[in-house]
């Protein structure tokens, strides 16, 4: 019997008894989000649990402290919701024990008092991470071979490596004598939507990190206009698209479900076809027809890049983020491809503009052997357009900076900007992002 086969042959009986005492129980979950961005994931879950698409009423506690939101009390329902509709968070894993661990041996013990099946079973390969902070009495390879050898028996295989195609992860979190064992419901990171391509030597921006970058410029320019409502967007050093995609995601409200990928979560015993469908049928729902209607004949979309390869990728990317639109019922897009260096554009006749800047740095700045000179350009740049625009528009914007000199270099040439800057953490590099509004 092959391990599909093994898990259709399950007990019905033990299947009732797991989804009874998952959804018939308040869980805790653990969220992940990208560094540096716990104001936007944190506004992202409010939007979502105040405005639930499933008909239970809402509870559920939401903490945050060293750069870790948990979410306690909270039915499962809501947190499938929240897996499948936000945009901005990397992953969302379950609970399955928290307390306190005394020791190897405790910590055996308590790993083989948990119900195992609930979250595992034969049709999934599983990888194990441990994450010991503080604590002599845990190393961390001890305690993967204790969990490895305790749930080896509930899973297909258990794999490692950067390479692994894994079906889910696995973690153990300790802090001094504090356990926290929890597993991702999403299997493959969120950002992970399902229709991007891979693009070498681009240094695409994750997709998590991107609409947060784009929400936290929406949230900043409400101080200067509350109504602001970009007609255009220009996207120079476009690459994939990334910025692009995800603006539109969030304008339509395309949840991330649409995008038909799988979660980890659909391979458990205690997933619930019904409820899935159903908050699948709300998604489609959701997509924001009129809006649609309207801003096809206002927003015009412009990406910028004059790599071949580059703009190659991003056809791909938008043959398949349409085809999914259309099945949607939503009508294409239609986007504007500059094969052009940003520098040398014209920058005419656009009105309330919204720029979205990753510009290239490092091995990847090719002409621009200058990083400075290549920012101060830019700058240069954004204020003829600001400049040209017609109707008295406005200008929104933020540019991510590799470094102080080149943040300073930008800052130094733009003009008449209110700005303000704040920092992330992508790849482990620190970066520097300018937000403005002329
Ligand atoms: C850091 S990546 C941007 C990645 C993009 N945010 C994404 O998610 O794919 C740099 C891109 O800028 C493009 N590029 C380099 N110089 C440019 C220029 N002067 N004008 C427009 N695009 C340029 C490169 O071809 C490359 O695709």
């Given at each position: 019997m092959n391990a599909k086969e093994k898990l259709l042959n399950s007990n019905d009986e033990t299947i009732k008894r797991i989804k009874k005492n998952i959804y018939g129980t308040l869980q805790t979950v653990k969220i992940i989000y990208p560094p540096g961005f716990s104001s936007v994931a944190l506004n992202e879950i409010q939007v979502i649990l105040d405005n639930p698409w499933s008909p239970k009423k809402m509870v559920g506690e939401v903490t945050f402290n060293n750069n870790e939101i948990i979410i306690r009390n909270i039915h499962m329902f809501f947190i499938i919701e929240l897996l499948i509709r936000s945009q901005s968070l990397t992953d969302i894993r379950l609970v399955i024990f928290q307390g306190k661990t005394r020791g190897q041996f405790d910590f055996k013990k308590k790993c083989l008092s948990l119900p195992w099946k609930y979250y595992l079973n034969k049709a999934m390969s599983l990888k194990i991470k441990i994450n010991s902070i503080a604590s002599k009495a845990f190393h961390e390879t001890a305690l993967k071979a204790i969990l490895g050898d305790i749930i080896e028996e509930h899973v297909a295989n258990i794999v490692s490596g950067e390479n692994s195609h894994e079906t889910t992860t696995l973690y153990a979190d300790l802090y001094k004598d504090k356990l926290m064992l929890s597993i991702s419901l999403a299997g493959e990171p969120l950002y992970k939507r399902g229709y991007r391509g891979i693009l070498k030597a681009s240094a695409p921006l994750r997709e998590d990190a991107a609409i947060c970058c784009i929400k936290k410029s929406l949230e900043f320019v409400k101080k200067f206009q509350s109504d602001f409502i970009p007609n255009t967007?220009?996207?120079?050093?476009?690459?994939?698209?990334?910025?692009?995609?995800?603006?539109?995601?969030?304008?339509?409200?395309?949840?991330?479900?649409?995008?038909?990928?799988?979660?980890?979560?659909?391979?458990?015993?205690?997933?619930?076809?019904?409820?899935?469908?159903?908050?699948?049928?709300?998604?489609?729902e959701n997509c924001c027809l009129q809006k649609q209607i309207d801003t096809h004949s206002t927003l015009q979309i412009l990406s910028i890049d004059p790599s071949e390869k580059a703009n190659i990728s991003f056809l791909e990317n938008l043959t398949t983020f349409n085809s999914l639109f259309k099945k949607n019922g939503l009508e294409p897009i239609h986007i504007t491809l500059i094969k052009d260096d940003f520098l040398k554009i014209n920058s005419n006749n656009y009105e309330n503009i919204f720029i979205p800047l990753n510009p290239p740095y490092g091995l990847r700045l090719k002409n621009y052997s200058n990083p400075l000179f290549l920012y101060q350009n830019i700058a240069k740049k954004i204020n003829e357009i600001a400049f040209s625009q017609k109707n008295n528009g406005h200008v929104l914007g933020f540019i991510l900076c590799p470094n102080k000199e080149t943040?300073?270099?930008?800052?130094?040439?733009?003009?008449?900007?209110?700005?303000?800057?704040?920092?992330?953490?992508?790849?482990?590099?620190?970066?520097?992002v300018c937000q403005f509004y002329i």
């Amino acid at each position: 019997m092959n391990a599909k086969e093994k898990l259709l042959n399950s007990n019905d009986e033990t299947i009732k008894r797991i989804k009874k005492n998952i959804y018939g129980t308040l869980q805790t979950v653990k969220i992940i989000y990208p560094p540096g961005f716990s104001s936007v994931a944190l506004n992202e879950i409010q939007v979502i649990l105040d405005n639930p698409w499933s008909p239970k009423k809402m509870v559920g506690e939401v903490t945050f402290n060293n750069n870790e939101i948990i979410i306690r009390n909270i039915h499962m329902f809501f947190i499938i919701e929240l897996l499948i509709r936000s945009q901005s968070l990397t992953d969302i894993r379950l609970v399955i024990f928290q307390g306190k661990t005394r020791g190897q041996f405790d910590f055996k013990k308590k790993c083989l008092s948990l119900p195992w099946k609930y979250y595992l079973n034969k049709a999934m390969s599983l990888k194990i991470k441990i994450n010991s902070i503080a604590s002599k009495a845990f190393h961390e390879t001890a305690l993967k071979a204790i969990l490895g050898d305790i749930i080896e028996e509930h899973v297909a295989n258990i794999v490692s490596g950067e390479n692994s195609h894994e079906t889910t992860t696995l973690y153990a979190d300790l802090y001094k004598d504090k356990l926290m064992l929890s597993i991702s419901l999403a299997g493959e990171p969120l950002y992970k939507r399902g229709y991007r391509g891979i693009l070498k030597a681009s240094a695409p921006l994750r997709e998590d990190a991107a609409i947060c970058c784009i929400k936290k410029s929406l949230e900043f320019v409400k101080k200067f206009q509350s109504d602001f409502i970009p007609n255009t967007m220009i996207v120079p050093f476009s690459g994939t698209g990334t910025f692009i995609f995800e603006y539109l995601q969030a304008y339509f409200h395309f949840s991330p479900i649409l995008f038909e990928r799988e979660y980890a979560l659909q391979k458990m015993l205690l997933f619930r076809a019904e409820h899935f469908k159903f908050l699948f049928k709300k998604a489609k729902e959701n997509c924001c027809l009129q809006k649609q209607i309207d801003t096809h004949s206002t927003l015009q979309i412009l990406s910028i890049d004059p790599s071949e390869k580059a703009n190659i990728s991003f056809l791909e990317n938008l043959t398949t983020f349409n085809s999914l639109f259309k099945k949607n019922g939503l009508e294409p897009i239609h986007i504007t491809l500059i094969k052009d260096d940003f520098l040398k554009i014209n920058s005419n006749n656009y009105e309330n503009i919204f720029i979205p800047l990753n510009p290239p740095y490092g091995l990847r700045l090719k002409n621009y052997s200058n990083p400075l000179f290549l920012y101060q350009n830019i700058a240069k740049k954004i204020n003829e357009i600001a400049f040209s625009q017609k109707n008295n528009g406005h200008v929104l914007g933020f540019i991510l900076c590799p470094n102080k000199e080149t943040w300073s270099s930008f800052l130094k040439y733009l003009k008449q900007a209110k700005t303000e800057t704040y920092h992330f953490t992508q790849g482990g590099k620190d970066i520097r992002v300018c937000q403005f509004y002329i």
